[in-house]
């Protein structure tokens, strides 16, 4: 069966300080990746997602970026956070698929983020 | 954990009642719909998806309707429990491989 991991689960960082979110999916094979941020009380903001390794896509321009090293790697990080960027990031995936129909997104436990 | 939904809007329901949450989708193109549950300080999880090409679609004590002509979308929760307690998403897609889009969500308080 599939499995997510994200970590760390929870991260305390002052300002101007750099970030590195991890996400792996275990159990598939080409999956699409995203990156989610959920601020309290609002709903899922789509940052990034991938549909291949090195292949990302940036929904929102800010000064948070995502790699994808490996097929079911994704990275989110950032060079200088700001105190707009606490937040609970999720990670999620979804099959690819030939025919290009959809397919349901599958979420991580999420890490929440707390920037000082 | 981290606390989600804490402006979102509410919906409280007697244990053992039924519990319909409402979802209007603004892209007339979009063909998948999915509804998501999220408990405090976790990621949401996949519930029930349903296609346009149907309008109901049943699971274990839940079920989507979905009404294309005024973009409308909702779950029921058949004799709603307390660990239905949540927030709730729906979510929606116009086309293959591209990212859903969330609604806003509905928190659900189940009285017990």
């Known amino acids: 069966s599939q499995t997510i991991h994200q970590w760390p689960a929870t991260l305390v960082q002052p300002v101007g300080s750099p970030l590195s979110l991890e996400c792996t999916v275990e159990?598939?094979?080409?999956?699409?990746l995203y990156w989610y941020r959920q601020a309290a009380g609002r709903g899922l903001q789509l940052l990034f997602y991938s549909v291949g390794i090195g292949q990302i896509s940036s929904e929102v321009p800010q000064n948070l970026s995502a790699s994808r090293p490996q097929d079911r790697q994704f990275i989110l990080s950032s060079k200088k956070l700001l105190l707009s960027d606490s937040g609970f990031y999720l990670c999620?995936?979804?099959?690819?698929?030939?025919?290009?129909?959809?397919?349901?997104?599958?979420f991580g436990n999420g890490t929440r983020l707390t920037v000082t | 954990g981290e606390s989600v939904g804490l402006h979102l809007p509410t919906l409280s329901v007697q244990e053992g009642d039924n519990s319909i949450i409402n979802c209007a989708y603004s892209?007339?193109?979009?063909?998948?719909f999915i509804w998501y549950k999220q408990e405090s300080g976790k990621g949401p999880q996949f519930i029930i998806d349903i296609r346009s090409n149907m309008d109901k679609r049943q699971g274990q004590r839940v079920t989507v309707l979905l009404n294309k002509t005024v973009k409308h979308l909702s779950l029921q929760i058949a004799a709603t429990q307390p660990g239905d307690s949540a927030v709730y998403f729906c979510?929606?897609?116009?086309?293959?491989?591209?990212?859903?889009?969330f609604g806003k969500g509905t928190r659900l308080s189940v009285i017990a």
């Open positions: 159990g598939t094979s080409n999956p699409n």
């Open positions: 892209n007339s193109a979009s063909d998948y």
């Open positions: 979510a929606e897609v116009s086309s293959g491989n591209t990212p859903l889009v």
């Open positions: 999620a995936w979804s099959s690819w698929t030939p025919s290009g129909s959809n397919s349901p997104l599958h």
